[in-house]
């Protein structure tokens, strides 16, 4: 909390002028949540921020952001701080805020029903069953908003689902995770740059490696 006090950023006039994409990656705050696949969202939020040298210096509307520009087109990436449950606090705060229209939102999420290493881009949709998505559905009232979901496969046996995305990801999966996260970035990058149709395109792909679904 003292952190987050101390970071605590306040606004000018020129960062609330309209033009912006939201980027949006969901997880938990606090470091032992940090490597969980439910901190998907989060990790891939680091990553696109770190691409254009961008850093998490601010707090504003219960969000880490990072604000510069990405290939020319001014962004904020955000990792909302509230919890997983909440999140539609922030990224409804942040819209309103920088005046940003729903179709430059994008929301990025873990999906336990897509297998480890599968991207999917969509440009609206249900929550699937996810908390964070549930939330953000509920405080904007639509569901008219892109998304990344990023596969990260079904808990063996009986495990429960719920304590499934609170553990680190496994061996082999963290060998495969760097490949993974960087595509994300990639697709990130050209839902920016072009637009939500142009990155379900080149990006929605089978799993890492495989083909695009048609």
Known sequence: MQILTRLRHRPTATEAGGDFTLIVGLGNPGREYAGNRHNVGFQIADRVAAAQQLSFSKVQ???????????????????????M?????????LLNFYKIPLDRLLVIFDDLDLPFGTLRLRSDGGAGGHNGMRSIIGQLGTNQFARLRVGIGRPPGRMDPAAFVLQDFGRDEALELPGLLDRAVQA?????????????NQF????????KDL
Do not use: C, W, Y
């Open 188 to 200: 990130v990058e050209t839902f920016v740059v072009a637009d939500i149709h142009t990155a379900m």
């Open 204 to 211: 929605n792909s089978s799993q890492l490696g495989g083909q």
């Open 61 to 83: 509307h219960q969000a880490m952001i990072a604000l510069g520009r990405l290939r020319d087109h001014r962004v904020v990436i955000a990792k909302p701080q509230t919890f």
């Open 85 to 93: 449950n909440v999140s539609g606090r922030a990224v409804s705060a």
